[in-house]
């Protein structure tokens, strides 16, 4: 959808979230056609819950 951040520990994605949200920031003001089209783009997909947990339950105990 966009943005991603990740990070071998906590203080490190940490880090790197802040730089992220920066680089979103810098784009917004930079190129504010595709700052939309992200926008856009990511309000069209769903986040749930439920399918969260089933991709969790299945990764920690099915996948095994």
Known sequence: TGFVFNGPT???QA???VAT?????RLRESD???WESIR???RARRFDWARSAQTYIRDL???R
Do not use: M
Not at 21 to 25: E, R
């Open 32 to 34: 504010p056609r595709r």
């Open 21 to 25: 949200v920066a680089d979103a920031l």
């Open 40 to 42: 856009r783009a990511a």
């Open 10 to 12: 906590p203080a490190a």
């Open 61 to 63: 105990y099915e996948n």
């Open 15 to 17: 880090g790197r979230f």
